[in-house]
């Protein structure tokens, strides 16, 4: 079975700081994908990446960044310099090989960024 | 190109009563999962249809059921509500990119549903 952690229920930070958000993992196949999705306050779930377990290179997306570790099961997100529209719930997600193919979802972050 | 998307937004049943949910897959899209958010939770999978078959169900007891039409649009039937069953669903649709896992989803804005 699939598990997804995330220990920080809520963060807040004032505009322009940084944050990271954690995301530890848990799964017996060799071939995973793991997701970031974020849900504002209109409801919907927005994609964010997608990574694949073969591809541990870090990535740079404008003010948003990943760092995904194999060794330690994790995929933490980070914001650079937070800007209030950050301002959402942050979901991490795992899929694997199989039927369905669905997603195992955390249980989310809050992020509330103050100005 | 539209996205995802879902109606009614918001409805009260009372306990016992029967719900349907529609969903209208994004351009190109021929896969549709659904996913029951509870409050202050993640979403959980329901059920994935694909050639409007169900093709994968998560813990979820047969009073939630499920349609594909030609179209590729979705329905979520529930019967003999309960309290628990207030929550937010989401339907998402994707490509089917075989048995990888990679499909990336794209969600709709969910059906608000409150069991009294």
């Known amino acids: 079975a699939q598990k997804v952690t995330q220990a920080q229920t809520e963060i807040s930070v004032v505009e322009k700081e940084d944050v990271t958000l954690d995301c530890v993992y848990e799964t017996r196949d060799t071939t995973y994908y793991l997701f970031w999705y974020k849900q504002p306050p209109s409801g919907e779930l927005v994609f964010l990446i997608r990574?694949?377990?073969?591809?541990?290179q870090n990535e740079i997306s404008g003010r948003y960044s990943w760092n995904f570790q194999k060794s330690t099961s994790s995929f933490n997100f980070t914001i650079t310099a937070s800007q209030v529209v950050d301002s959402a719930v942050y979901f991490c997600?795992?899929?694997?090989?199989?039927?369905?193919?669905?997603?195992?979802f955390g249980s989310g972050t809050q992020l509330t960024v103050l100005p | 190109e539209t996205g995802v998307t879902q109606s009614p937004t918001h409805l009260i049943k009372t306990r016992g009563q029967q719900v349907t949910l529609r969903c209208s897959s994004q351009s190109g899209h021929n896969t549709v999962s659904w996913y029951q958010q509870a409050l202050g939770q993640g979403p959980q999978f329901i059920f994935q249809y694909y050639r409007e078959e169900e093709n994968g169900r998560g813990n979820f007891p047969p009073r939630f059921s499920g349609l594909q039409f030609p179209n590729y649009s979705s329905e979520l039937n529930v019967n003999a509500l309960e309290l628990d069953d207030s929550a937010l669903y989401l339907c998402a649709s994707s490509t089917r990119l075989g048995a990888t896992g990679a499909n990336v989803l794209t969600f709709g804005a969910g059906s608000r549903l409150t069991v009294l």
């Open positions: 997600a795992l899929s694997v090989s199989g039927s369905a193919r669905q997603l195992t």
């Open positions: 990574r694949n377990s073969f591809d541990e």
